[in-house]
């Protein structure tokens, strides 16, 4: 067996790597893909998120916080975008009840064009690793007793949309099995790094599960073995 498909198989059962830094998530929202609607319609995220909207539609779309705390600007058609980091210096300027952020489209808010954003401590990706020996990877911040999986690339990131927001992964993407928070809210995962994998980069996200359909992923991360 070569060193990548050693690596990969030991994947598997586990999963480490090095964290220089935190990498924000940056989520993508279609507005209009498809009659009056934002897609996805609602999204849990990380603060310090970024949720950028990306106008598909005929039709002049905008998007406008129910309290006021964003506003895309007069109602416009596509091409268009338009982006909000939930970051605590929004957060602090622009309170709200569970920093829960509905929003809407001011000419089709009664066709139901609607939208929230719901911001959550983050989920954080941390650990060790170097080839050749054993490395931690490490997810705080989760809730107790909830799944949490890893999926890791070798092929870099990229934006794919998922029912979580938008997934920094480029196919193909493995993932690992789910492993449950313990009463801290965290999950840790060892693995021994083949040393012929020295000089490969993996890119990493992590999904916590709070129900069907429903969850939210972690900052991602990326590392050189």
Do not use: K
């Amino acid at each position: 067996m070569n060193s990548l498909r050693l690596f990969t198989a030991s994947l598997v059962a586990a999963l480490a790597f090095t964290l220089p830094g935190l990498a924000q998530n940056t989520h993508t929202v279609q507005v209009a893909p498809s009659g009056f609607s934002f897609e996805p319609q609602d999204l849990n995220i990380n603060v310090g998120d970024t949720v950028l909207w990306v106008w598909n539609g005929a039709a002049a779309h905008n998007v406008n916080s129910d309290d006021g705390a964003f506003f895309s600007g007069l109602p416009t058609v596509a091409p268009n975008t338009f982006s909000v980091t939930f970051d605590n210096t929004f957060l602090a300027a622009n309170p709200v009840a569970g920093d829960f952020y509905g929003y809407h489209c001011q000419p089709h808010q009664l066709f139901g064009m609607v939208g929230s954003i719901q911001v959550l401590p983050a989920r954080v990706l941390t650990s060790t690793l170097a080839a050749g020996s054993v490395g931690d990877i490490t997810v705080t911040g989760a809730t107790p007793g909830n799944s949490v999986i890893i999926a890791y690339s070798f092929t870099g990131t990229g934006t794919i949309p998922i029912i979580y927001g938008s997934l920094a992964l480029s196919p193909p993407i493995n993932r690992l099995p789910p492993r449950i928070a313990d009463p801290s809210g965290s999950v840790r995962i060892s693995v021994s790094v083949p040393i012929g994998m020295a000089g490969t980069t993996v890119h990493f996200h992590a999904a916590e599960i709070f129900g069907p359909g429903t969850g939210i992923l972690s900052y991602p991360a990326s590392t050189t073995l």
